[in-house]
């Protein structure tokens, strides 16, 4: 046999599409050449493949060596096809038997001596391995790590397993019903598809997960700014964005700190829908499983480090933020541009990406709380007086978050300095835990009524839902002939007004749920 096809997977955004990768060897002069829209790092494999047979201990065929990854006009990218590519190579040219390869996915990027290093979107291509499949892919044993010991023709498989490096092995198995055999090395591969026993072969891995019982910074350390705790409750109950305004240490960023300790668990779907955006740029640890996100990106970030791109596009800090929280300080510092991309994103919950050789779209589901100073000395309101900044400066360095920015914001609460008696006092405010009980609470109450939380109803659930009382609405609509809102913030009201309404319990909105929501919506220009 001089061709062997093989299966991987290639990344485009969030999906992992399949790849023949096609090793054809014929005579002529030897030569090596990879086809079908390689970049520079696949066409790189050419030397690595080359090292890592020779040293372990095969022989490179001296022919003219085809590989062709298809379908042709999908990019290919990283040296995650290393692996397929070497046992291609070795199975064309009968250095190992080529009959099963079509009962695996391989991946992989090899050194020079052949051992396997990790790679970046392990879980995103389990994911699409098993969703294609379209049934469950994993052995019926009872422990899950017994190995094959049946070996059916090729095409009669009815599943794949999938071989990769042991350092993706964990996160690669969070997908239930995924075959995942992790190896360390090409021999190792190479020993498991020539073995005839079944001691030789891989084993199944299964992941062993635990919920990370890290300690987390505790509300309770916040000494003062009883209102201010009160509206990141709201906020982590709704789900709602927040923007702090307030002098420097008046305890904004501490504050901020101490919000993910607050946000209800994550569920099973969520947490893999947050590992499978971070395992695209490798930076899912097994430790950080159920652990809500907390991204906090310099003001220095640009527009593609918060949106995502690239001409491969990967995430960016929103998407990295899915399911957990996007800390932006100092949110004036920010580039006006920067910030305004993020408006649909807030809107939609999703990125796409749109680049000349292919579209990406990321999730974005992230709970945006933002930190400013009210002035460009930060003291304006200040009991001190000490703020000489004129009403023109003022106004410049608020306008640096635009209108349309502010309107998405749910939430915006003023924090004040807090008092040299209350900082020598002892603490007295009630533990993160406390809180966040009721926000749970609150939280399954919103799920088990519309089977999402408030921040996500639509306009229709709006109305069906969050109806106020006649006291509520007469004073919404005092509020908004008021202060001139636009309909997108009478909308972000009654979704607040219904979170305040569920933290206490209660089945409908009333005057005081509208009033309290209406004093979290109060724009800078308002106060």
Known sequence: MSLAVLKSRALAG???????????????????????????????????????????????????ITVNLAPADLPKESGRFDLPIALGILAASRQIPADILDQYEFAGELSLSGELRPIRGALAMSLAMTRDAGRDCGHNDEHGKEPVKQRTPPGKADRRGFILPQANADEAALVNGAAIYPASSLLQVCAHLAASSPEAMLTRHTSALAVAMTEVADLADVKGQFMVK??????AA?????????????????????????????TDDEALEAAAVQSLTGGFRIEDWKRRPFRAPHHTASGVALVGGGSYPRPGEISLAHRGVLFLDELPEFDRRVLDVLRQPMESGRVTISRAAQQAEFPAHFQLIAAMNPCPCGYHGHPSGVCNCTTEQIARYQGRVSGPLLDRIDMQIEVSAVEPDTLAADADGEPSTAIAARVQRAAEIQLARQGKRNQYLTTREIDRLCKPDKAGKAKLKRSMEHFQWSARAYHRILRVAR????????????EQHIGEAVQYRRALKDR
Not at 20 to 28: K, P, R, T, W
Not at 230 to 235: K, P, S
């Open 499 to 510: 979170t305040i309404a569920d933290l206490a319990g209660a089945q409908g909105i009333g």
């Open 238 to 266: 709704g789900n709602h964005s927040i923007l702090m305004v307030g002098p420097p240490g008046a305890g904004k960023t501490m504050l901020a700190a101490r919000f993910p300790g607050l946000l209800p668990p994550m």
């Open 230 to 235: 009160r509206a990141l409750e709201v906020a």
């Open 14 to 64: 969030m999906e992992a599409q399949q790849v023949n990768v096609e090793v054809h060897l014929a005579n002529g002069l030897p030569a090596f050449t990879i086809v079908g829209l390689a970049d520079t790092e696949v066409k790189e494999a050419k030397d690595r493949v080359r090292a890592a047979i020779q040293n372990g201990g095969f022989e490179f065929p001296a022919q003219r």
